[in-house]
């Protein structure tokens, strides 16, 4: 039997064991997964400037309600449904007689999500397990010609980023997965292991603004050729020797500033999108969603780097030009130095809006 086995009747439940004398692996921080039993801990972890495991923090909550609007009686459609943070905040905004509709390509959390979810009387609420990029379908499927607010948060949620076992840490050791929807048949090992050198330095620069592209993508093909790649501290290792890092460095870099940027992140974040193919499904998502929108319908989009900015910029002004949007924002709004020391992991989060035109 694990921690994580039920119990027998009666049984004592017996506290994970862990060396020293502060969990530091996922599964050890049972305290921080169960809030609502441990609410003293959770404090304490956000006073750390950390996101407690298994929990997530809505990035530009506050900034996205404001923008978007939710009212009473509205539709809304939450493409990216991750944790439910932004999803609960539009339950009580569209009460009562308002309808949500969630999609989350990761369907594991779908379900951990659909069972947390406290739905307001007289609200409908429904979710899939789909891309965002499929919203059209969705609404056709439950028999809605369009919706009044469209959400689409293009980060991982801090549940995905924590569980090393899902391989987006950089920070513990798992399998170099990287996969949304486990469904998919690549993993991020198999995309190190066969892409090109220079498919992977233009990844790293078009995908995360990596300023050593050319150079891990170089070692990379090194170190594949006399071993496999497979789990993200071996890529890790790799990223720190072509930064001349020591992880010993690396630990007082944290120490002295533990909201600086982690140097894996931006190869992490671009083998993600690469093994996900976020960009191509953003691209349909822009492109169906003014027609996916009510007249005054609004529509937000979070982004986290420069790449994806670009393009929900590029075509929020080509709708306005088109006459699809009555109106944008010209520039991104990003997280005010109160959420960024909350939250750090909100720090690049970049947030654009447009509302659809009445005709």
């Known amino acids: 039997m694990n921690d994580h086995d039920p119990q027998p009747s009666g049984a004592r439940r017996r506290r994970p064991r862990y060396r020293g004398t502060h969990p530091r692996r996922f599964e050890e921080r049972y305290k921080e997964k169960d809030g609502e039993r441990f609410p003293g801990i959770v404090d304490h972890v956000r006073a750390q400037g950390r996101t407690p495991a298994g929990s997530h923090v809505p990035v530009l909550l506050e900034t996205v309600l404001d923008r978007l609007d939710p009212r009473p009686g509205e539709v809304v459609l939450d493409g990216t449904l991750g944790y439910g943070g932004h999803a609960h905040a539009f339950l009580d905004r569209i009460a009562p007689g308002g309808r949500l509709i969630g999609l989350d390509v990761d369907a594991e959390q779908l379900e951990r999500t659909r069972s947390r979810m406290r739905i307001p009387e007289g609200v409908t609420f429904s979710c899939y397990a789909r891309n965002f990029s499929g919203f059209a379908g969705v609404l056709r499927d439950e028999g809605i010609v369009a919706v009044d607010v469209i959400l689409l948060d293009l980060g991982v949620s801090s549940m995905q980023i924590d569980d090393p ?46 300023p050593d592209a050319d150079r891990i993508a170089r070692r990379i093909i090194t170190e594949r050729s006399l071993r ?33 940027l982690h140097p894996a992140a931006r190869v992490f974040q671009a083998l993600r999108m690469l093994v996900n193919d976020e960009h191509a499904h953003l691209v349909a998502a822009l492109r169906n969603a003014p027609y996916c929108l009510n007249p005054g319908g609004r529509i937000g989009v979070i982004s986290f780097h420069s790449g994806e900015d670009a393009q929900v910029e590029a075509a929020f002004a080509q709708g306005v030009a088109l006459g699809l949007y009555r109106e944008a924002s010209e520039t991104p709004e990003t997280p005010t130095s109160a959420e960024r020391r909350d939250n750090p992991r909100c720090a690049s989060a970049l947030f654009r809006w447009a509302v659809r035109s009445a005709g």
Do not use: C, M, N, Q
């Not at 290792?237 to 944290?254: H, M, P, Q, W």
């Open 165 to 210: 076992a899902r391989g987006f840490s950089y920070k513990h050791d798992g399998p170099l997965d990287l996969r949304l929807d486990r469904r998919r048949p690549v993993s991020g090992a198999d995309l190190v292991a066969s892409l090109a050198e220079s498919e992977l330095a233009a990844a790293f620069r078009e995908f995360a603004d990596e």
């Open 228 to 260: 496999p790649i497979k789990t993200t501290r071996a890529l890790v290792d790799l990223i720190l020797t072509v930064k001349g890092i020591r992880r010993s460095d690396l630990r007082e870099r944290a120490a002295l500033d533990p909201r600086a």
